[in-house]
């Protein structure tokens, strides 16, 4: 059971490259998010899928795109990359209802903009 | 705007001494709450929920926090840590929105031997 795996760990991108990082989970679950961490600002959720076919904004979208492949994946895509984009992202998964439903973590990409 | 305050960015602690990490969230209404754990090189697992009933929630490796409703808080403690404790932790409320967490700023904590 590997539960939540992202890909790739690590990252370097120039300003204006696209590029698309994986999220894959095997607990059968409905939900899917997408998170990045900011030092002094905590998790701050990008975008979600509440269910397979339907994806939603969070607190900070701009400059990313999402797409829920399928119950297991979820994507997240940088079309044009800005050095504001620096950051560690993490995927995570869980049940979704009246809970509460802990969410799994993924790994972690680490992604640097130059 | 809604927000979750930890007030504690950085603390350091000996072995054995008692820790008590504050968090405060500005949502009205009913609210689940979470506290996760993120070890060094390692991804965020959680350390415990609470929902509703008792408001004094018990965790993994020997945490607890108090709900305390009025104060609109979620205090996570642990009454003797070990090195093994260093690590940041986070608070995260859920509100009406299901799924959609909000976390705090984070808490690094750094156990001495």
């Known amino acids: 059971n590997a539960g939540v795996t992202q890909t790739p760990k690590f990252q370097v991108l120039k300003t204006g490259q696209s590029m698309t990082l994986q999220c894959a989970q095997d607990m059968n679950h409905n939900s899917m998010y997408w998170y990045r961490q900011d030092p002094g600002m905590g998790l701050r959720l990008i975008y979600y899928?509440?269910?397979?076919?339907?994806?939603d904004k969070g607190e900070v979208p701009n400059g990313y795109n999402v797409s829920r492949l399928n119950k297991r994946e979820f994507s997240l895509r940088l079309e044009s990359a800005a050095p504001s984009q620096t950051s560690v992202y993490f995927c995570?998964?869980?049940?979704?209802?009246?809970?509460?439903?802990?969410?799994?973590f993924g790994p972690g990409t680490r992604l640097t903009v130059t | 705007a809604q927000s979750v305050s930890q007030h504690n960015h950085h603390v350091i602690l000996s072995e054995a001494a008692s820790l008590e990490l504050g968090c405060n969230y500005s949502?009205?209404?009913?609210?689940?709450l979470f506290w996760y754990v993120q070890y060094p090189g390692q991804h965020l697992q959680l350390l415990l929920k609470y929902f509703s009933g008792d408001p004094l929630v018990k965790g993994i490796k020997g945490f607890e926090a108090e709900f305390i409703k009025s104060k609109f808080s979620f205090n996570l403690r642990k009454p003797s840590v070990q090195w093994s404790d260093t690590a940041e932790y986070f608070c995260?409320?859920?509100?009406?929105?299901?799924?959609?967490?909000?976390f705090g700023a984070g808490t690094q904590v750094v156990v001495t031997p």
């Open positions: 949502y009205g209404g009913t609210v689940n």
């Open positions: 995570a998964s869980s049940e979704v209802g009246r809970g509460p439903y802990e969410q799994y």
């Open positions: 899928s509440a269910s397979e076919g339907t994806t």
């Open positions: 995260a409320v859920e509100n009406d929105s299901w799924g959609k967490l909000q």
